[in-house]
């Protein structure tokens, strides 16, 4: 999940140095490269949310342009036991 200033930093709302802007690039990038090799396929296996996964993919007929996207609020973080 991306942190605020990640966020932030895609939507244009926060100007960064080069050097940092390339900091962003680089976390991002990870974190979607996680995300696409670990987590998208634990997703599609699971049988209730591979039921979700088609719904939202090819059956939703919403575009992005009608996607309202929150702001003031960060995500909750948790933490897992040990």
């Given amino acids: 999940m991306l942190s605020r200033i990640e966020r932030d930093y895609l939507s244009g709302k ?3 140095t ?3 802007g390339y900091v ?9 490269r996680q995300f696409l090799r670990l987590e998208l396929p ?4 699971n049988e209730n949310l591979t039921e ?3 719904d939202l993919t090819e059956n939703n007929k919403t575009t992005l342009e009608n996607i309202k996207l929150r702001t003031g609020f960060d995500p909750a973080t948790f933490t ?3």
């Fill in 14 to 16: 926060l100007t960064a």
């Fill in 52 to 54: 979700f996964y088609n």
């Fill in 80 to 82: 897992l036991p040990r």
């Fill in 18 to 20: 080069q050097s940092y």
């Fill in 42 to 45: 634990l997703i599609m296996q």
């Fill in 24 to 32: 962003l690039d680089h976390r991002i990038k990870y974190k979607i």
